[in-house]
């Protein structure tokens, strides 16, 4: 069971730049403590032998923030994200309930305990946070509502929460002065270099392209999932479930799809690999389709934007999409030659 001490959030106080130099430098045993904490996490996303951290405090979740913020990478800060995310989650399910709605308070949502193991939240905060989950257990039309409330079990709440959490760490990452957090980094400097470093390193060996395949074919939501994924976003199950299929539905082997999500923040060789030789039939024996575009919006990973194309009625589907514009360009091509 977590201790109530490891409930708070990030303080205000913990975005100034006294604070942080205060965390750089005493020699507090707690602020020690903070450090090695702060050391051993950043190491973890760099190493993969290294053991990411079973909790984390508001004080080491803070320090950490500083220092990313003085390598100042987005792909790294995602990936970051990504562990601190699930290490809250994982917080979260272990709390009993009355800690549950301590903890919700700390960063910002109104969480009431209901009879059982029941919970209800806000519905605008329900929507507000549950943009990036996939899954019809985390649409408001498959929710129990009451006079504007949001009744949810904890597993369910876990999720919820913990993308309200990932939100708010980016609002502090990003209220961040890169130049300032150098400026006083003292005797982090080394560990910030290294983990740069390290990082690049990184990214340089995860590069990839899609070869030969024409992505001006693709429809808005494919491209937006692509940039994401090469910006180190972590995508929703949903959007890498439709990234795969369709790769792989418009010609694309395995390893090249599998190379693509080299980048992702939680990267990992043998799951990712498991996963699209799934989705592609070589384990499964099925060949999934991407799913149609009315359930990628329900979900909330369609980009449609202005495309003209993807607001016809009776465009129905990405592949409709990708077959309509490649017989489009294969016109433009013979009547350009003839």
């Not at 760099?46 to 984390?56: A, G, L, N, S």
């Not at 899609?210 to 001006?216: E, T």
Request: aromatic share 10%; charged share 25%.
């Amino acid at each position: 069971m977590i201790s109530a001490p490891r409930l708070g959030f990030l303080k205000p106080e913990m975005q100034s730049p006294e604070w942080a130099r205060s965390q750089y430098t005493s020699f507090d045993r707690s602020a020690a403590e903070t450090r090695e904490e702060v050391t051993n996490f950043l190491y973890s996303l760099v190493q993969e032998d290294v053991t990411k951290p079973d909790h984390i405090t508001p004080e080491s979740l803070a320090l950490s923030l500083w220092l990313l913020r003085a390598v100042n990478d987005n792909s790294l800060f995602s990936r970051f994200s990504v562990a601190a995310r699930d290490i809250y989650q994982h917080m979260i399910e272990s709390f009993n309930p009355d800690m549950v709605e301590d903890a919700s308070t700390s960063l910002g949502m109104r969480v009431e305990r209901v009879e059982g193991k029941m919970f209800r939240i806000r519905a605008l905060d329900f929507i507000r946070s549950n943009t990036h989950l996939s899954g019809t257990r985390y649409r408001l039309a498959f929710q129990d509502i009451k006079e504007g409330w949001v009744y949810l079990e904890k597993s369910v709440l876990s999720k919820v929460l913990r993308e309200h959490f990932v939100a708010r760490i980016k609002e502090f990452y990003d209220s961040i002065s890169s130049a300032k957090a150098i400026e006083i980094l003292g005797d982090f400097r080394g560990l910030v270099q290294y983990i740069g470093d390290q990082w690049t390193a990184i990214k340089g060996k995860r590069t990839t392209d899609l070869g030969s395949v024409d992505q001006s074919l693709f429809p808005p939501c494919i491209k937006e999932y692509l940039v994401e994924v090469r910006d180190g976003v972590n995508l929703p199950h949903m959007a890498r479930f439709t990234l795969v299929s369709f790769l792989h539905k418009i010609g694309m082997q395995n390893p090249e799809i599998m190379a693509l999500f080299k980048t992702a923040p939680d990267f990992n060789q043998r799951i990712t690999e498991y996963q699209v030789d799934h989705v592609t039939g070589q384990i499964s024996g099925t060949e999934y389709s991407p799913p149609k575009c009315e359930v990628l919006r329900s979900n909330h990973v369609c980009y449609w934007g202005d495309d003209k194309l993807c607001h016809q009625e009776w465009l129905r589907h990405p592949l409709q999409y990708y077959a309509v514009k490649k017989k489009s360009n294969s016109r433009k091509a013979s009547s350009q030659s003839s």
